[in-house]
Protein backbone atom coordinates (compact mmCIF):
# COMPACT_ATOMS: atom_id res chain seq x y z
CA UNK A 1 0.00 0.00 0.00
CA UNK A 2 2.55 3.12 1.29
CA UNK A 3 4.78 1.87 -2.07
CA UNK A 4 1.94 2.48 -4.55
CA UNK A 5 1.43 5.42 -2.59
CA UNK A 6 4.93 6.78 -2.76
CA UNK A 7 4.78 5.63 -6.72
CA UNK A 8 2.24 7.76 -8.05
CA UNK A 9 3.16 11.56 -7.00
CA UNK A 10 -0.56 12.68 -7.60
CA UNK A 11 -1.96 10.59 -4.86
CA UNK A 12 0.19 11.75 -2.75
CA UNK A 13 0.11 14.69 -2.72
CA UNK A 14 -3.91 13.90 -2.37
CA UNK A 15 -3.31 12.03 0.84
CA UNK A 16 -0.85 14.70 2.09
CA UNK A 17 -3.30 17.00 1.75
CA UNK A 18 -5.85 15.46 3.49
CA UNK A 19 -3.55 14.60 6.45
CA UNK A 20 -2.92 18.31 7.11
CA UNK A 21 -6.51 19.36 7.27
CA UNK A 22 -9.14 18.83 10.06
CA UNK A 23 -11.05 16.03 9.85
CA UNK A 24 -14.40 17.92 10.85
CA UNK A 25 -14.50 20.64 9.06
CA UNK A 26 -12.31 19.71 6.49
CA UNK A 27 -10.59 23.43 6.05
CA UNK A 28 -6.63 23.02 6.27
CA UNK A 29 -4.78 23.63 9.49
CA UNK A 30 -3.55 27.77 9.90
CA UNK A 31 -1.23 29.30 12.74
CA UNK A 32 -4.50 31.43 13.94
CA UNK A 33 -7.84 30.19 14.58
CA UNK A 34 -7.42 26.47 13.41
CA UNK A 35 -4.29 25.60 15.14
CA UNK A 36 -4.26 21.79 14.82
CA UNK A 37 -4.32 20.33 18.47
CA UNK A 38 -4.21 16.73 19.70
CA UNK A 39 -7.04 15.47 22.71
CA UNK A 40 -5.46 13.27 24.50
CA UNK A 41 -6.21 10.11 22.63
CA UNK A 42 -3.83 10.88 20.09
CA UNK A 43 -6.86 12.26 17.41
CA UNK A 44 -5.89 16.11 16.00
CA UNK A 45 -8.70 18.66 15.05
CA UNK A 46 -8.29 22.02 15.10
CA UNK A 47 -9.07 24.73 17.30
CA UNK A 48 -11.89 26.25 16.57
CA UNK A 49 -13.55 22.76 16.23
CA UNK A 50 -12.47 21.72 19.28
CA UNK A 51 -13.91 24.76 21.07
CA UNK A 52 -17.36 23.82 19.55
CA UNK A 53 -17.57 20.24 20.57
CA UNK A 54 -16.98 22.02 24.09
CA UNK A 55 -19.58 24.49 23.68
CA UNK A 56 -22.61 22.11 21.90
CA UNK A 57 -21.29 18.76 23.15
CA UNK A 58 -23.73 16.41 25.47
CA UNK A 59 -20.51 15.62 27.96
CA UNK A 60 -19.34 17.59 30.38
CA UNK A 61 -15.84 16.91 29.24
CA UNK A 62 -14.08 17.41 26.06
CA UNK A 63 -15.33 14.34 23.45
CA UNK A 64 -13.20 12.89 20.95
CA UNK A 65 -14.88 13.69 17.76
CA UNK A 66 -13.84 10.26 16.66
CA UNK A 67 -13.53 7.63 19.63
CA UNK A 68 -15.06 9.33 21.82
CA UNK A 69 -12.88 9.54 24.60
CA UNK A 70 -13.05 12.14 27.27
CA UNK A 71 -9.83 14.42 27.52
CA UNK A 72 -11.05 15.92 30.75
CA UNK A 73 -9.55 19.20 30.89
CA UNK A 74 -10.39 22.43 29.12
CA UNK A 75 -9.33 23.56 25.30
CA UNK A 76 -6.48 25.97 26.26
CA UNK A 77 -4.61 22.68 28.12
CA UNK A 78 -4.77 20.97 24.85
CA UNK A 79 -1.32 20.75 23.60
CA UNK A 80 -1.06 22.02 19.68
CA UNK A 81 0.12 19.33 17.50
CA UNK A 82 3.47 20.66 15.83
CA UNK A 83 4.34 17.57 13.71
CA UNK A 84 1.46 18.27 11.84
CA UNK A 85 2.11 22.14 11.68
CA UNK A 86 5.56 21.39 10.45
CA UNK A 87 4.76 19.26 8.14
CA UNK A 88 1.75 21.34 6.65
CA UNK A 89 4.22 24.44 6.47
CA UNK A 90 6.96 22.55 4.74
CA UNK A 91 4.58 21.05 2.02
CA UNK A 92 2.82 24.40 1.70
CA UNK A 93 -0.62 22.76 2.76
CA UNK A 94 -0.93 25.62 5.49
CA UNK A 95 -4.46 27.37 5.60
CA UNK A 96 -4.33 31.36 5.51
CA UNK A 97 -4.57 32.84 8.88
CA UNK A 98 -8.03 34.40 9.75
CA UNK A 99 -8.52 37.15 12.60
CA UNK A 100 -9.95 37.08 15.72
CA UNK A 101 -13.87 37.33 14.94
CA UNK A 102 -15.27 40.60 16.19
CA UNK A 103 -16.61 41.02 19.63
CA UNK A 104 -20.49 41.49 20.68
CA UNK A 105 -18.93 44.65 21.97
CA UNK A 106 -17.81 46.01 18.94
CA UNK A 107 -21.69 45.27 17.46
CA UNK A 108 -23.17 47.17 20.24
CA UNK A 109 -21.04 50.12 19.67
CA UNK A 110 -21.81 50.33 16.28
CA UNK A 111 -25.32 50.23 17.28
CA UNK A 112 -24.69 53.04 19.19
CA UNK A 113 -23.12 55.01 16.63
CA UNK A 114 -26.36 54.23 14.44
CA UNK A 115 -28.92 55.81 16.60
CA UNK A 116 -26.30 58.52 17.36
CA UNK A 117 -26.23 59.50 13.42
CA UNK A 118 -29.81 59.18 13.46
CA UNK A 119 -30.55 61.84 15.59
CA UNK A 120 -27.97 64.02 14.68
CA UNK A 121 -29.72 63.92 11.21
CA UNK A 122 -32.83 64.80 13.08
CA UNK A 123 -31.89 67.51 14.61
CA UNK A 124 -29.97 69.12 11.40
CA UNK A 125 -33.70 68.37 9.74
CA UNK A 126 -34.87 70.64 12.94
CA UNK A 127 -32.95 73.54 11.93
CA UNK A 128 -33.00 73.50 7.92
CA UNK A 129 -37.08 72.92 7.73
CA UNK A 130 -37.37 75.92 10.88
CA UNK A 131 -35.44 78.23 8.28
CA UNK A 132 -36.93 77.28 5.11
CA UNK A 133 -40.57 77.44 6.78
CA UNK A 134 -40.64 81.22 8.78
CA UNK A 135 -39.07 82.00 5.01
CA UNK A 136 -41.69 80.37 3.26
CA UNK A 137 -44.54 82.07 5.59
CA UNK A 138 -43.03 85.47 5.71
CA UNK A 139 -43.80 85.27 1.50
CA UNK A 140 -46.59 83.23 2.06
CA UNK A 141 -48.33 85.91 4.38
CA UNK A 142 -47.28 88.99 1.89
CA UNK A 143 -49.06 87.33 -1.44
CA UNK A 144 -52.12 85.52 0.47
CA UNK A 145 -53.68 89.23 0.57
CA UNK A 146 -53.97 89.11 -3.58
CA UNK A 147 -54.50 85.67 -4.24
CA UNK A 148 -57.90 83.88 -4.64
CA UNK A 149 -59.03 81.33 -3.06
CA UNK A 150 -58.21 78.25 -5.92
CA UNK A 151 -54.42 79.84 -6.23
CA UNK A 152 -54.05 79.64 -2.26
CA UNK A 153 -54.95 76.35 -2.20
CA UNK A 154 -52.55 75.43 -5.05
CA UNK A 155 -49.44 77.59 -3.35
CA UNK A 156 -50.35 75.23 -0.04
CA UNK A 157 -50.36 72.40 -1.77
CA UNK A 158 -47.37 72.53 -3.53
CA UNK A 159 -45.58 74.05 -0.02
CA UNK A 160 -46.82 70.81 2.09
CA UNK A 161 -45.85 68.63 -0.80
CA UNK A 162 -42.33 70.11 -0.50
CA UNK A 163 -42.02 69.57 3.10
CA UNK A 164 -42.89 65.99 3.10
CA UNK A 165 -40.18 65.49 0.04
CA UNK A 166 -37.42 67.46 2.54
CA UNK A 167 -38.22 65.10 5.49
CA UNK A 168 -38.25 62.18 3.43
CA UNK A 169 -34.82 62.78 1.62
CA UNK A 170 -33.16 63.96 4.64
CA UNK A 171 -34.06 61.23 6.76
CA UNK A 172 -33.33 58.60 3.87
CA UNK A 173 -29.46 59.85 4.00
CA UNK A 174 -29.21 58.59 7.80
CA UNK A 175 -29.89 55.17 6.09
CA UNK A 176 -26.53 55.09 3.68
CA UNK A 177 -24.15 53.75 5.79
CA UNK A 178 -26.76 51.48 8.06
CA UNK A 179 -27.35 47.41 7.60
CA UNK A 180 -29.89 45.61 5.84
CA UNK A 181 -32.50 45.96 8.46
CA UNK A 182 -32.94 49.98 7.39
CA UNK A 183 -33.90 48.41 4.37
CA UNK A 184 -37.38 47.48 6.51
CA UNK A 185 -37.25 50.30 8.12
CA UNK A 186 -37.46 52.77 4.99
CA UNK A 187 -40.41 50.58 3.77
CA UNK A 188 -41.99 51.39 7.27
CA UNK A 189 -41.20 55.09 6.72
CA UNK A 190 -42.48 55.52 3.30
CA UNK A 191 -46.03 53.74 3.73
CA UNK A 192 -46.27 56.34 6.94
CA UNK A 193 -45.49 58.98 4.68
CA UNK A 194 -47.88 57.93 1.99
CA UNK A 195 -50.82 57.68 4.55
CA UNK A 196 -49.75 60.65 6.14
CA UNK A 197 -49.69 62.66 2.20
CA UNK A 198 -52.94 61.08 1.46
CA UNK A 199 -54.73 62.24 4.44
CA UNK A 200 -53.32 66.00 3.72
CA UNK A 201 -55.43 65.68 0.27
CA UNK A 202 -58.57 64.52 2.35
CA UNK A 203 -58.07 68.03 4.07
CA UNK A 204 -57.62 69.94 1.22
CA UNK A 205 -60.79 68.89 -0.36
CA UNK A 206 -62.71 70.16 2.89
CA UNK A 207 -60.72 73.53 2.59
CA UNK A 208 -63.15 74.34 0.04
CA UNK A 209 -66.29 74.93 2.41
CA UNK A 210 -65.61 77.17 5.47
CA UNK A 211 -67.81 75.42 7.84
CA UNK A 212 -66.96 71.92 7.02
CA UNK A 213 -63.38 72.76 7.44
CA UNK A 214 -63.80 72.98 11.23
CA UNK A 215 -64.03 68.90 10.96
CA UNK A 216 -60.32 68.99 10.54
CA UNK A 217 -59.36 70.85 13.56
CA UNK A 218 -57.62 67.91 15.94
CA UNK A 219 -59.10 66.37 18.61
CA UNK A 220 -57.88 67.40 22.19
CA UNK A 221 -55.49 64.24 22.47
CA UNK A 222 -52.97 65.59 19.58
CA UNK A 223 -52.94 69.17 21.18
CA UNK A 224 -50.15 68.79 23.74
CA UNK A 225 -48.42 66.76 20.79
CA UNK A 226 -48.99 69.48 18.23
CA UNK A 227 -48.06 72.58 21.03
CA UNK A 228 -44.35 70.28 21.97
CA UNK A 229 -43.44 69.67 18.04
CA UNK A 230 -44.82 73.38 17.73
CA UNK A 231 -41.94 74.65 20.45
CA UNK A 232 -39.35 72.80 19.25
CA UNK A 233 -39.74 74.95 15.77
CA UNK A 234 -40.20 78.41 16.81
CA UNK A 235 -38.42 78.30 20.63
CA UNK A 236 -34.51 78.95 21.06
CA UNK A 237 -32.19 76.59 22.02
CA UNK A 238 -32.77 76.20 25.49
CA UNK A 239 -36.45 75.10 25.22
CA UNK A 240 -35.34 72.49 22.47
CA UNK A 241 -32.68 71.00 25.14
CA UNK A 242 -35.53 70.82 28.01
CA UNK A 243 -39.07 70.94 26.74
CA UNK A 244 -41.10 71.66 29.42
CA UNK A 245 -44.67 71.13 31.05
CA UNK A 246 -48.03 73.06 28.71
CA UNK A 247 -48.80 76.11 30.52
CA UNK A 248 -50.29 79.34 30.35
CA UNK A 249 -46.99 81.34 30.30
CA UNK A 250 -45.10 79.38 27.43
CA UNK A 251 -48.65 79.46 25.61
CA UNK A 252 -48.73 83.12 25.73
CA UNK A 253 -45.16 83.36 24.97
CA UNK A 254 -45.79 80.80 22.01
CA UNK A 255 -48.85 82.86 20.88
CA UNK A 256 -46.98 85.68 20.32
CA UNK A 257 -44.17 83.76 18.30
CA UNK A 258 -47.12 82.85 16.74
CA UNK A 259 -48.86 85.97 16.07
CA UNK A 260 -44.82 87.70 14.94
CA UNK A 261 -45.68 84.69 12.12
CA UNK A 262 -49.00 84.66 10.96
CA UNK A 263 -50.27 88.57 12.18
CA UNK A 264 -50.29 91.60 9.79
CA UNK A 265 -47.82 94.62 9.53
CA UNK A 266 -49.54 95.89 12.75
CA UNK A 267 -48.65 92.76 14.71
CA UNK A 268 -44.87 94.12 14.31
CA UNK A 269 -41.99 91.17 15.25
CA UNK A 270 -40.47 94.18 17.01
CA UNK A 271 -43.48 94.30 19.78
CA UNK A 272 -43.22 90.80 20.66
CA UNK A 273 -39.27 91.23 21.30
CA UNK A 274 -39.97 93.74 23.36
CA UNK A 275 -43.11 91.85 25.60
CA UNK A 276 -41.10 88.40 25.01
CA UNK A 277 -38.93 89.33 28.38
CA UNK A 278 -42.36 89.63 30.74
CA UNK A 279 -46.04 88.39 30.91
CA UNK A 280 -47.81 91.47 32.26
CA UNK A 281 -50.85 93.13 31.40
CA UNK A 282 -50.23 95.52 28.80
CA UNK A 283 -52.66 98.75 27.14
CA UNK A 284 -52.39 96.99 23.55
CA UNK A 285 -51.58 93.86 24.30
CA UNK A 286 -55.52 91.75 24.31
CA UNK A 287 -54.05 88.32 25.39
CA UNK A 288 -54.28 87.87 29.19
CA UNK A 289 -51.87 85.06 30.59
CA UNK A 290 -53.28 83.45 33.53
CA UNK A 291 -49.84 83.16 35.39
CA UNK A 292 -51.74 82.69 38.69
CA UNK A 293 -54.78 82.20 40.75
CA UNK A 294 -55.18 85.55 42.55
CA UNK A 295 -55.46 87.44 38.78
CA UNK A 296 -58.12 84.97 37.15
CA UNK A 297 -61.44 87.30 38.04
CA UNK A 298 -59.52 90.32 37.35
CA UNK A 299 -58.08 89.21 33.77
CA UNK A 300 -61.55 87.51 32.75
CA UNK A 301 -62.78 90.51 32.40
CA UNK A 302 -60.17 91.97 29.64
CA UNK A 303 -60.05 88.57 28.15
CA UNK A 304 -63.57 88.04 26.88
CA UNK A 305 -64.54 91.57 25.64
CA UNK A 306 -61.68 90.67 22.76
CA UNK A 307 -64.38 88.07 21.14
CA UNK A 308 -67.27 90.10 22.14
CA UNK A 309 -65.56 93.32 19.96
CA UNK A 310 -62.69 91.80 17.92
CA UNK A 311 -60.54 93.31 15.78
CA UNK A 312 -60.69 91.51 12.12
CA UNK A 313 -56.93 90.97 11.76
CA UNK A 314 -55.94 89.80 15.16
CA UNK A 315 -58.82 87.57 15.36
CA UNK A 316 -58.21 85.67 12.30
CA UNK A 317 -54.92 85.31 13.50
CA UNK A 318 -56.01 84.01 17.05
CA UNK A 319 -58.75 81.36 15.39
CA UNK A 320 -55.51 80.15 13.80
CA UNK A 321 -54.12 79.10 16.36
CA UNK A 322 -57.19 77.51 17.96
CA UNK A 323 -57.23 75.29 14.90
CA UNK A 324 -53.80 73.77 15.62
CA UNK A 325 -53.80 73.51 19.78
CA UNK A 326 -57.67 73.90 20.63
CA UNK A 327 -59.96 70.72 21.39
CA UNK A 328 -62.33 69.66 18.60
CA UNK A 329 -64.83 72.65 19.06
CA UNK A 330 -62.11 74.75 18.49
CA UNK A 331 -61.65 75.54 23.03
CA UNK A 332 -58.31 76.26 23.85
CA UNK A 333 -58.04 73.90 27.48
CA UNK A 334 -57.15 76.76 29.97
CA UNK A 335 -57.21 74.07 32.87
CA UNK A 336 -56.76 76.72 35.85
CA UNK A 337 -59.84 78.83 34.35
CA UNK A 338 -62.11 75.31 33.51
CA UNK A 339 -64.59 76.49 35.29
CA UNK A 340 -64.86 79.71 34.79
CA UNK A 341 -64.26 79.43 30.77
CA UNK A 342 -67.57 77.17 30.79
CA UNK A 343 -69.92 79.67 32.69
CA UNK A 344 -68.94 81.92 29.86
CA UNK A 345 -69.51 79.46 27.26
CA UNK A 346 -72.59 81.36 25.86
CA UNK A 347 -70.29 84.55 24.59
CA UNK A 348 -67.55 81.79 22.87
CA UNK A 349 -70.71 80.52 20.99
CA UNK A 350 -71.06 83.39 19.65
CA UNK A 351 -67.75 83.25 17.31
CA UNK A 352 -68.74 81.43 14.18
CA UNK A 353 -66.26 80.79 11.29
CA UNK A 354 -68.74 83.01 9.09
CA UNK A 355 -67.38 86.36 11.21
CA UNK A 356 -64.16 85.35 9.17
CA UNK A 357 -64.41 85.25 5.71
CA UNK A 358 -60.60 85.50 4.99
CA UNK A 359 -59.78 81.76 4.77
CA UNK A 360 -55.82 82.67 4.21
CA UNK A 361 -54.34 82.55 7.52
CA UNK A 362 -56.56 79.51 8.15
CA UNK A 363 -54.40 77.41 5.13
CA UNK A 364 -51.18 78.86 6.84
CA UNK A 365 -52.13 77.05 10.14
CA UNK A 366 -53.08 73.95 8.06
CA UNK A 367 -49.90 73.86 6.51
CA UNK A 368 -47.77 74.32 9.96
CA UNK A 369 -50.63 71.58 10.66
CA UNK A 370 -49.62 68.66 8.53
CA UNK A 371 -45.74 69.44 9.08
CA UNK A 372 -46.51 69.01 12.87
CA UNK A 373 -47.94 65.59 11.63
CA UNK A 374 -45.03 65.00 10.46
CA UNK A 375 -42.36 65.92 12.70
CA UNK A 376 -44.29 63.86 15.30
CA UNK A 377 -44.27 61.23 12.94
CA UNK A 378 -40.46 61.40 12.23
CA UNK A 379 -40.63 61.13 16.27
CA UNK A 380 -41.88 58.41 16.63
CA UNK A 381 -39.18 56.49 14.79
CA UNK B 1 -25.68 28.55 9.72
CA UNK B 2 -22.39 28.45 10.22
CA UNK B 3 -19.80 28.40 7.76
CA UNK B 4 -18.62 25.17 9.06
CA UNK B 5 -21.74 23.32 8.52
CA UNK B 6 -22.19 24.58 5.31
CA UNK B 7 -18.84 23.87 3.51
CA UNK B 8 -18.92 20.62 5.53
CA UNK B 9 -22.33 19.54 3.99
CA UNK B 10 -21.19 20.68 0.88
CA UNK B 11 -18.24 18.36 1.08
CA UNK B 12 -20.54 15.64 2.31
CA UNK B 13 -23.50 15.47 -0.39
CA UNK B 14 -20.82 15.24 -3.42
CA UNK B 15 -18.87 12.09 -1.17
CA UNK B 16 -22.19 10.43 -1.57
CA UNK B 17 -23.25 11.77 -4.88
CA UNK B 18 -19.87 10.55 -6.10
CA UNK B 19 -19.04 7.53 -4.30
CA UNK B 20 -18.67 4.55 -6.22
CA UNK B 21 -20.46 2.28 -3.20
CA UNK B 22 -24.01 3.89 -3.94
CA UNK B 23 -25.05 1.21 -6.60
CA UNK B 24 -23.77 -1.42 -4.03
CA UNK B 25 -24.70 0.03 -0.50
CA UNK B 26 -27.90 1.68 -2.11
CA UNK B 27 -28.15 5.05 -0.75
CA UNK B 28 -28.59 7.98 -1.69
CA UNK B 29 -29.09 11.80 -0.81
CA UNK B 30 -31.09 14.46 -2.81
CA UNK B 31 -30.84 18.66 -1.62
CA UNK B 32 -34.51 20.19 -1.10
CA UNK B 33 -33.24 23.56 -0.59
CA UNK B 34 -30.25 25.79 -0.95
CA UNK B 35 -29.02 26.47 2.13
CA UNK B 36 -28.71 22.73 3.12
CA UNK B 37 -30.88 22.49 5.89
CA UNK B 38 -33.78 20.28 4.60
CA UNK B 39 -32.36 16.87 2.76
CA UNK B 40 -34.09 14.37 1.22
CA UNK B 41 -32.34 10.50 2.19
CA UNK B 42 -33.14 7.63 0.24
CA UNK B 43 -31.85 3.57 1.21
CA UNK B 44 -32.72 0.61 -0.69
CA UNK B 45 -34.01 -2.42 1.44
CA UNK B 46 -31.15 -4.89 2.37
CA UNK B 47 -31.64 -8.30 0.55
CA UNK B 48 -32.28 -11.48 2.71
CA UNK B 49 -34.58 -8.95 4.89
CA UNK B 50 -37.97 -8.22 4.83
CA UNK B 51 -37.40 -4.70 3.29
CA UNK B 52 -35.36 -5.91 0.26
CA UNK B 53 -36.76 -4.54 -2.86
CA UNK B 54 -38.07 -1.38 -1.06
CA UNK B 55 -37.37 2.07 -1.59
CA UNK B 56 -37.33 4.27 1.57
CA UNK B 57 -37.17 7.88 2.11
CA UNK B 58 -35.95 9.94 4.82
CA UNK B 59 -36.29 13.39 6.41
CA UNK B 60 -32.91 14.63 7.07
CA UNK B 61 -33.07 17.92 9.10
CA UNK B 62 -30.00 19.97 9.87
CA UNK B 63 -29.57 22.09 12.83
CA UNK B 64 -27.67 25.22 13.21
CA UNK B 65 -24.69 23.50 15.39
CA UNK B 66 -24.01 20.80 12.71
CA UNK B 67 -21.86 18.64 12.80
CA UNK B 68 -21.34 19.30 17.04
CA UNK B 69 -24.96 19.07 17.54
CA UNK B 70 -26.71 15.53 15.39
CA UNK B 71 -29.14 15.82 12.38
CA UNK B 72 -32.37 15.16 13.20
CA UNK B 73 -33.92 11.91 10.61
CA UNK B 74 -36.40 10.38 10.65
CA UNK B 75 -38.93 8.10 7.78
CA UNK B 76 -41.20 9.37 5.31
CA UNK B 77 -41.88 5.95 3.99
CA UNK B 78 -43.82 3.83 6.03
CA UNK B 79 -42.21 0.75 7.51
CA UNK B 80 -42.39 -2.25 9.81
CA UNK B 81 -39.96 -2.17 12.33
CA UNK B 82 -39.20 -2.28 15.67
CA UNK B 83 -36.83 0.03 16.03
CA UNK B 84 -38.76 3.23 14.28
CA UNK B 85 -41.89 4.11 14.98
CA UNK B 86 -44.72 3.16 12.45
CA UNK B 87 -46.98 5.75 13.05
CA UNK B 88 -44.34 8.81 12.98
CA UNK B 89 -41.50 7.51 11.27
CA UNK B 90 -39.03 8.19 14.44
CA UNK B 91 -35.84 6.34 14.80
CA UNK B 92 -34.15 5.05 18.03
CA UNK B 93 -30.79 5.02 16.88
CA UNK B 94 -27.83 5.99 19.34
CA UNK B 95 -25.95 7.55 17.16
CA UNK B 96 -28.19 10.04 16.12
CA UNK B 97 -28.56 10.88 20.10
CA UNK B 98 -26.04 10.99 22.69
CA UNK B 99 -23.53 9.39 20.99
CA UNK B 100 -23.52 11.30 17.82
CA UNK B 101 -19.54 12.39 16.91
CA UNK B 102 -18.78 15.15 14.85
CA UNK B 103 -16.50 13.22 12.36
CA UNK B 104 -20.07 11.26 11.34
CA UNK B 105 -21.26 12.15 8.19
CA UNK B 106 -24.69 12.10 6.66
CA UNK B 107 -22.95 9.05 4.60
CA UNK B 108 -22.20 7.34 7.79
CA UNK B 109 -25.81 7.91 9.43
CA UNK B 110 -27.09 6.36 6.59
CA UNK B 111 -25.23 3.30 6.71
CA UNK B 112 -26.49 2.66 10.10
CA UNK B 113 -29.48 3.08 9.41
CA UNK B 114 -29.31 0.38 6.25
CA UNK B 115 -27.58 -1.46 9.45
CA UNK B 116 -30.83 -1.48 11.90
CA UNK B 117 -33.28 -2.52 9.49
CA UNK B 118 -30.62 -6.04 9.15
CA UNK B 119 -30.38 -6.21 13.06
CA UNK B 120 -33.15 -4.69 14.51
CA UNK B 121 -32.96 -4.39 18.42
CA UNK B 122 -36.28 -5.33 20.06
CA UNK B 123 -34.96 -4.91 23.42
CA UNK B 124 -34.59 -1.14 22.93
CA UNK B 125 -38.08 -0.29 20.65
CA UNK B 126 -39.18 2.41 19.44
CA UNK B 127 -42.46 0.99 18.75
CA UNK B 128 -43.30 -1.59 21.45
CA UNK B 129 -46.15 -2.99 19.12
CA UNK B 130 -44.01 -4.22 16.85
CA UNK B 131 -41.18 -5.79 19.19
CA UNK B 132 -43.46 -7.66 20.97
CA UNK B 133 -44.53 -9.25 17.86
CA UNK B 134 -41.21 -9.59 16.58
CA UNK B 135 -40.20 -11.52 19.32
CA UNK B 136 -43.21 -13.31 20.08
CA UNK B 137 -44.48 -14.27 16.33
CA UNK B 138 -41.43 -13.63 14.16
CA UNK B 139 -43.28 -15.56 10.87
CA UNK B 140 -45.89 -12.92 11.36
CA UNK B 141 -43.69 -10.19 12.33
CA UNK B 142 -41.50 -11.14 8.55
CA UNK B 143 -45.09 -11.51 6.41
CA UNK B 144 -46.16 -7.97 7.82
CA UNK B 145 -42.68 -6.30 7.35
CA UNK B 146 -42.84 -8.06 3.65
CA UNK B 147 -46.67 -6.53 3.16
CA UNK B 148 -45.42 -2.97 4.31
CA UNK B 149 -42.75 -3.14 2.27
CA UNK B 150 -44.63 -3.82 -0.81
CA UNK B 151 -47.65 -1.37 0.56
CA UNK B 152 -45.52 2.06 0.66
CA UNK B 153 -41.82 1.35 -0.36
CA UNK B 154 -42.68 -0.40 -3.93
CA UNK B 155 -42.06 -4.08 -2.95
CA UNK B 156 -42.37 -6.93 -4.89
CA UNK B 157 -43.66 -10.03 -2.11
CA UNK B 158 -47.22 -10.43 -2.58
CA UNK B 159 -49.68 -11.37 0.19
CA UNK B 160 -53.05 -12.30 -1.04
CA UNK B 161 -54.51 -13.29 2.26
CA UNK B 162 -53.36 -10.16 4.05
CA UNK B 163 -54.52 -7.74 1.02
CA UNK B 164 -58.18 -9.56 1.66
CA UNK B 165 -58.27 -8.62 5.21
CA UNK B 166 -57.56 -5.20 4.40
CA UNK B 167 -60.44 -4.95 1.67
CA UNK B 168 -62.84 -6.32 4.19
CA UNK B 169 -62.08 -3.57 6.63
CA UNK B 170 -62.18 -0.99 3.63
CA UNK B 171 -66.00 -2.22 2.74
CA UNK B 172 -66.28 -1.44 6.37
CA UNK B 173 -65.58 1.95 5.61
CA UNK B 174 -62.38 2.17 6.93
CA UNK B 175 -59.61 4.17 5.33
CA UNK B 176 -56.63 2.14 3.58
CA UNK B 177 -54.07 3.24 5.77
CA UNK B 178 -55.92 2.87 8.89
CA UNK B 179 -57.39 -0.86 8.35
CA UNK B 180 -53.47 -2.06 7.88
CA UNK B 181 -52.19 -0.56 10.60
CA UNK B 182 -54.85 -1.68 12.93
CA UNK B 183 -54.67 -5.24 11.47
CA UNK B 184 -50.86 -5.37 11.92
CA UNK B 185 -51.00 -4.64 15.29
CA UNK B 186 -53.46 -7.18 15.92
CA UNK B 187 -51.59 -9.77 14.37
CA UNK B 188 -53.77 -9.78 11.24
CA UNK B 189 -57.12 -11.07 13.70
CA UNK B 190 -60.05 -9.55 11.82
CA UNK B 191 -62.34 -9.74 14.57
CA UNK B 192 -60.02 -7.96 17.43
CA UNK B 193 -59.47 -5.42 14.65
CA UNK B 194 -63.10 -4.67 13.63
CA UNK B 195 -63.98 -4.57 18.16
CA UNK B 196 -60.55 -1.86 17.70
CA UNK B 197 -62.07 0.26 14.82
CA UNK B 198 -65.68 0.33 15.85
CA UNK B 199 -65.45 0.02 19.89
Given at each position: MSEKNTENPEILSTVLAGYCQCQVCYQPFNETTKLARSLHCGHTFCTECIRNVQNY????HLECPTCRAETKSNIENVAPNFSIMELARNFGLLGPPVDAPRTSSSCCSNKTNRDEMIDNKFRELLVEVKSSLIHHFDVFRIKSQLWSLAEAEREVSNMAEALAGAVSECYYDSDDNSDANSEDQRVRTMLRFLAARDSDSETTEDSTDFLESNTTVPDRTLGGGFYRNFRRLFGDENELDDPGVVSGIEEAAAYRRFRGLFGNDNDSISQVSTTSGSFGNHENDHFCPFSDDDNISECSDDYYPTLVMPETDEEETYKSFRCLFGDENGNLDFSDDEKEFSDNESSLSSVSTEDFPNSHIEEAGRVLHRFLLLSALLNEE | MSNIAFNRLQRECKEVVTNSEISETGIMIEILNENLTEIKGHIRGPPDTPYAGGMFDLDIKIPDQYPFSPPNVKFSTKIWHPNVSSQTGVICLDILKDQWAASLTLRTVLLSIQALMCTPEPKDPQDAVVAKQYMEKPAVFKATAEYWTTKFAKGAVKNAGYQALVDKLKDMGVREEEAVSVLSCNNWDINRSTVYIFS
Open positions: GNSP | -
